[in-house]
């Protein structure tokens, strides 16, 4: 039976279907029997998918000014 | 959609950011400055980051009319940026010292979570909502993501942006940072628990 301990190591590699269909099947058989690893796996996709609306920054007006002269520079150039 | 995923609406961007329009040259640099800086960050350290990615935006505007579509247009990018830091810290001749390494395992992944036998000893912690909406509707929660993303060392957070924001493959990350591909799955992996960690004690204490 695999350990609690196990399914928090191989968690990225099981959501990004990055494990051999028998570990996979081993932590799903897991999932079956232990609500505490349920629950890690529930909040553990959440983050991921939160991870993209809440990190996601746009650069402000000055960084992309501090670009844009470059740009204008080159063109200038030509 | 196409293959490559793309909508119309991006479609029409790329025809215009192929004939160099400065409008949607732009609106490019506002999406992905910040996501080009932690690239850079990672390979080159903090102090050369910015001008790196000063000099990758030119080569890139330079390059747009080329731009052939083989891979998406961020991907395109990020490996752009990702290799003139690579060329730099070659010419820099030093070596950008590698904190990820040295980083202790605290929480999830220290021996102390759980029981000699492997099972928690500290099971997970119960969040009051499990949806990731409901919980983006707080504010200060969004406040504590941000600010541990900030913190989170440069390595991880280049993965992390480049995977979990970015939805860049493992392979494409793995060329754009020139991290092997079991390193990028520890860092990776270290900083969604880091993450998850932020939101725990957020639901326990309702701060960062
Ligand atoms: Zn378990």
Partial sequence: ?78 | MNSMGLTTEQEDDIALLKVQDHRAFENLVGRYHIQMLAVARSIIGESLAEEVVQEAWVSIYGALPRFEQRSSLKTWMFTIVGNQAKTRLRKESRTVSMEDEEQDESGYLSSGRFKPNGGWQSVPAIWDVETPDLLLEQTQLRHCIEHSLNSLPVTQGAVFTLRDIEQQSLADICNILGVSDSNVRVLLHRARLSLMQVIDRYQETGEC
């Fill in chain 1, 1 to 78: 039976m695999l350990k609690c301990s196990e399914v928090v190591e191989q968690a990225s590699d099981f959501v990004d279907e990055n494990l051999p269909w028998y570990s996979s099947l081993r932590i799903k058989m897991h999932l079956l029997m232990c609500v505490h690893c349920r629950r890690f796996l529930r909040h553990f996709s959440a983050t991921i998918d939160l991870a993209e609306p809440a990190g996601r920054r746009q650069a402000t007006a000055t960084e992309i000014e501090r670009v844009m002269k470059h740009i204008d520079d080159i063109d200038s150039d030509i």
